[in-house]
């Protein structure tokens, strides 16, 4: 299937396929659709062309903090504060263009050592990056003047006096090319060569993250969900490691036809920006249940941003290291489990034995409680207490149980309802298991722990 | 590190010497040199190679299980880290986790994590910090399934963040076995799973097999299948009851009474 993209009833943009087929930029619907029968068309979208070029500006904050749009289609970055901490202007080049890939889109990369220039050379044939200023004149000077024009007017006034590129622009007499085509070609150029300044409003890190992605078809898998979804994760790991922050939760949006969209709140045991991290927790929460429907849209929003510092390597140990591996295990096993399925242990200071222990977050909460003096205590406890069988006045399990100590009065909570009064005792059964049973005075016996 | 580089240099040297029929071969042998220990100490110590009769010579990364008794029977005098050990009991309540809690405790004390896995009941924190474990260090997995405890088993021993793991399983098969034995010996953790006794017809991959009966006055532990000579007599092991520290008859005693005819408290 092949795609386009339409403004104003003509061809704005296409893919690969249809540009095979013949189909190019600027030519009529009609036309294209003569030439490319099964073509699918979306209106052009400039809200969603400029989230997505802001999207790119966001990680590429990760290079620069100087980063700016160029609208429509072009972000410009200075980088040369962050040549030698990148491995140099191609080693950087590759990164970026990489990484933009791996977001999802195609670049055209050009450097110079002007921020106009720059953007001119974007619109060469070949990738130039030129770190010198008699470089970027000489590439300019070869470039076609169609690439300057911004009006149509001076272009066809151009190529009538038989102006085909910029060096020969260049030869024309200053004045009378600026009272014939106006100040702004001249303006242009001249911040091109550096001769004039080019006061630039840079790119602001937006507060929160969100993106979306429209799938070009229905999908129903979790893997290919997962593929869409990475480009949205990288995206937010950009943004993350630009403003050095982390998240503790993220929530994907999965958009269907007609159902009412699905919301995945995904958890953090510690704050994270890694995206191969995201990646592999929501593959968790996927692969836990089926959808609900096919999705046509996916999107991630993440809010509340906390300060994440650089990783140090450490001089003595791996402390860290194991507890960062700690809280991914956490995250990992709470994905896939869920939530309660994974707790700490605590102590609690109360005398009944339901709640002289509490439930914690593993790894988190690392304060220690003072063990209240107790008498033994099993080291099972059976939840709910079970009710044991009795005959003549004797509790069984598997035969009569022996007292062996007791009885340990626990008596306490009149204050909160959930009073208890019962006499514990430690019992052992006939094939010598310790237990730890109770009665409340009159009733009848419970099994609430096991000595292991 | 230098171990490696010696290799690669003798490996480089033989395929220079060698006709251009045996280079393969030969290439193929030198990528598994940076796999594979390069001395004979190392095969020992990695224990791919079981040598007979030498008890404790060989030395294996184990932890003090607090039974000096014990101690002198297991290879390395000691729990085994990085290799599966099988417990196989009958009963509940006879004090087969009080087996394992001294190597818990120094483990925690240490700052060491350690996972419950599937406990058949809950573990009770007051108990637990009585036996010295420090419940900082102590998570609790209850998954839903058989197999979540599996793949549970498997995600915590890979992420190497955890030094100890006690497991039980009613019911897994050899070939899920198997996997857990693998996992195990890749990490450095200690890993123990507690199965039920029927389990000891059955044939495991694991490294160390214990069987626990409870005896009048503590825990007879028969080693059913360790790495190196075993001895077939069981060990009587004073383990601690909660009877003892009350100060009351002792449980033989208890038991020599007639049930019926004690007195009934309260």
């Known amino acids: 299937m092949s795609w386009a993209i339409a403004e104003d009833r003509r061809v704005f943009a296409c893919d690969a396929q249809a540009e095979s087929l013949g189909v190019r930029a600027g030519m009529g619907l009609a036309a294209a659709w003569a030439l490319a029968p099964g073509l699918q068309l979306r209106a052009r979208d400039p809200a969603?062309?400029?989230?997505?070029?802001?999207?790119?500006?966001?990680?590429?904050?990760r290079f620069t903090p100087a980063v700016s749009l160029e609208l429509p289609h072009g972000v410009l970055a200075e980088v040369h504060g962050s040549l030698r901490r990148f491995g140099g202007l191609r080693a950087l080049a590759a990164q970026i263009r990489g990484g933009v890939a791996a977001l999802g889109f195609s670049t055209r990369l050009a450097a110079a050592p002007s921020a106009r220039g720059a953007w001119l050379l974007s619109f060469a044939e070949t990738e130039l990056l030129l770190e010198d200023a008699f470089a970027l004149r000489d590439a300019l000077e070869r470039l076609p003047i169609e690439i300057l024009c911004t009006s149509e007017e001076a272009r066809v006034l151009l190529s009538r006096v038989g102006i085909r590129t910029v060096r020969a622009l260049l030869g024309l007499p200053r004045a009378g090319v600026a009272r014939r085509l106006g100040p702004a070609l001249l303006e242009q150029l001249d911040r091109a060569l550096g001769r004039e300044p080019e006061p630039r409003r840079f790119f602001v890190l937006p507060e929160r993250f969100a993106a979306a992605l429209e799938l070009p078809a229905e999908v129903e898998h979790a893997e290919a969900l997962l593929f869409a979804l990475r480009r949205l994760l990288l995206q937010l790991e950009g943004l993350l490691s630009a403003r050095q922050s982390g998240i503790r939760q993220f929530l994907v949006v999965l958009g269907h036809r007609r159902l009412a969209p699905t919301?995945?709140?995904?958890?953090?045991?510690?704050?994270?920006?890694?995206?191969?991290?995201?990646?592999?927790?929501?593959?968790?929460?996927?692969?836990?249940?089926?959808?609900?429907?096919?999705?046509?849209?996916?999107?991630?929003?993440?809010?509340?941003?906390?300060?994440?510092?650089?990783?140090?390597?450490?001089l003595f140990g791996d402390a860290?290291?194991?507890?960062?591996?700690?809280?991914?295990?956490?995250?990992?096993?709470?994905?896939?489990?869920?939530?309660?399925?994974?707790?700490?242990?605590?102590?609690?200071?109360?005398?009944?034995?339901?709640?002289?222990?509490?439930?914690?977050?593993?790894?988190?909460?690392?304060?220690?409680?003072?063990?209240?003096?107790?008498?033994?205590?099993?080291?099972?406890?059976?939840?709910?207490?079970?009710?044991?069988?009795?005959?003549?006045?004797?509790?069984?399990?598997?035969?009569?149980?022996?007292?062996?100590?007791?009885?340990?009065?626990?008596?306490?909570?009149?204050w909160d309802g959930a009073e208890i009064k019962r006499d514990y005792f430690i019992a052992c059964s006939t094939n010598t298991a310790l237990l730890w049973i109770y009665r409340e005075p009159g009733g009848r016996w419970y099994l609430h722990g096991i000595f292991a | 590190?230098?171990?490696?580089?010696?290799?690669?240099?003798?490996?480089?040297?033989?395929?220079?010497?060698?006709?251009?029929?045996?280079?393969?071969?030969?290439?193929?042998?030198?990528?598994?040199?940076?796999?594979?220990?390069?001395?004979?100490?190392?095969?020992?110590?990695?224990?791919?190679?079981?040598?007979?009769?030498?008890?404790?010579?060989i030395a294996v990364p184990a932890l003090p299980s607090g039974f000096p008794v014990l101690d002198r029977q297991l290879p390395g005098g000691g729990w085994p880290s990085g290799a599966l050990t099988e417990i196989l009991t009958a009963l509940e309540g006879g004090g087969e986790l009080q087996l394992v809690l001294p190597p818990l405790a120094s483990l925690t004390a240490a700052g060491r994590r350690i996972v419950w896995l599937a406990p058949p009941h809950l573990p009770f924190a007051p108990a637990l910090a009585a036996a010295g474990i420090d419940l900082r260090n102590v998570a609790l997995v209850r998954p839903p399934g058989r197999r979540e405890v599996l793949w549970a088993a498997e995600q915590v021993l890979r992420a190497r963040a955890c030094h100890a793991l006690l497991l039980w399983c009613r019911e897994v098969r050899y070939a899920e076995l198997r996997r857990l034995a693998v996992a195990a010996d890749a990490s450095q953790a200690l890993v123990v799973l507690f199965r039920p006794l029927q389990a000891m017809q059955m044939s495991s991959p694991a490294a160390l097999r214990l069987v626990l009966a409870s005896a009048a006055d503590g825990l007879d532990v028969r080693i059913l299948k360790c790495r190196g000579p075993r001895s077939e007599a069981p060990l009587r092991l004073r383990v601690n009851r909660p009877v003892h520290a009350l100060d009351r008859p002792s449980l033989a005693a208890a038991r020599a009474r007639d049930p019926v005819a004690q007195p009934c408290p309260a």
């Not at chain 2, 990528?31 to 007979?52: C, I, S, Y």
């Open chain 1, 48 to 61: 969603a062309e400029r989230a997505a070029l802001e999207g790119v500006a966001a990680w590429l904050c």
């Open chain 1, 263 to 314: 919301r995945i709140e995904v958890g953090l045991a510690s704050p994270g920006r890694d995206a191969g991290r995201f990646l592999e927790l929501l593959r968790e929460r996927l692969s836990g249940h089926a959808l609900a429907a096919p999705v046509e849209a996916v999107r991630v929003e993440a809010d509340r941003f906390v300060p994440l510092e650089g990783k140090t390597a450490g």
């Open chain 1, 320 to 414: 860290r290291e194991d507890a960062e591996a700690w809280h991914r295990l956490v995250e990992r096993l709470q994905a896939r489990l869920g939530e309660d399925a994974v707790h700490g242990l605590g102590l609690n200071p109360d005398y009944r034995p339901e709640r002289t222990w509490r439930r914690r977050p593993p790894g988190e909460d690392r304060s220690a409680t003072e063990n209240l003096a107790f008498g033994p205590r099993p080291l099972w406890l059976v939840e709910p207490p079970r009710a044991l069988e009795e005959r003549g006045g004797i509790p069984q399990q598997n035969g009569p149980l022996v007292m062996l100590a007791g009885p340990e009065r626990i008596e306490s909570g009149w």
């Open chain 2, 1 to 57: 590190m230098g171990r490696f580089r010696d290799g690669h240099r003798i490996g480089a040297r033989l395929v220079r010497a060698r006709s251009t029929v045996y280079k393969y071969s030969i290439r193929l042998l030198i990528d598994r040199v940076t796999v594979l220990p390069a001395t004979l100490e190392d095969l020992f110590r990695r224990q791919r190679v079981w040598r007979g009769g030498r008890r404790a010579a």
